[in-house]
């Protein structure tokens, strides 16, 4: 039993430390409807305090990331609509010498009931994968405001941006081929 515990302590010794020294984001580029900015660290030691660890912080990057005990993350989706999904993709820079990691993240700072972002699980991140999950903050949104997202919702941009991408994608053909219909039988009429 104690060999058991004292390989636990070591194994946690060594494991701890490169995880724990590696797993602040240094970049997070943000885009969606009618934005896009990307906040930098270049010397991680100034991390604490910066715009990127408040934005850490109210996304919950770190519990959808690497999980957290207890455990602050949604039991699901949110019901209602959440609105323009907006994405933010982390950079995390491994253990010297290492993987850097991208981790994506949707945000849904308009979604009825409070801003809301969701992890995918199992996306890679140091030697494992990413818990993944709904999480929900009331600071988000105000905290994307604070670097330039606007206040409320870009207009026409209520979430169903992909219905309308299929409606033009199907439109658009189909008004070249009544085009094309018309040509044809305008010239057909000229020569009979």
Do not use: C
Request: charged share 15%; proline share 10%; no cysteine.
């Amino acid at each position: 039993m104690f060999r058991l515990s004292l390989a636990a302590v070591v194994l946690t010794a060594l494991v701890v430390p490169a995880v724990a020294a590696a797993k602040e984001p240094s970049q997070a580029s943000i885009s969606g409807p009618g934005f896009s900015k990307t906040l930098k660290m270049k010397n991680l030691e100034h991390f604490s305090g910066s715009k990127l660890a408040e934005l850490t912080e109210v996304s919950g990057f770190f519990p959808s990331a690497v999980g957290q005990s207890p455990n602050p993350m949604l039991s699901g989706r949110p019901p209602g609509k959440l609105g323009p999904r907006y994405t933010i993709v982390w950079t995390v820079p491994g253990p010297p010498g290492l993987t850097t990691h991208r981790v994506k993240q949707h945000l849904y700072p308009y979604a009825r009931g409070g801003a809301v972002a969701y992890t995918k699980p199992g996306q890679p991140i140091f030697d494992m994968k990413t818990v993944g999950g709904w999480y929900g903050n009331p600071l988000l949104k105000g905290t994307l405001v604070s670097i330039g997202l606007p206040v409320r919702a870009p207009s026409g941009s209520d979430g169903g941006g992909a219905n309308y991408a299929l409606l033009a994608g199907i439109g658009i053909p189909g008004a070249l081929a009544l085009a094309g219909a018309g040509f044809f039988v305008a010239r057909r009429r000229r020569s009979a």
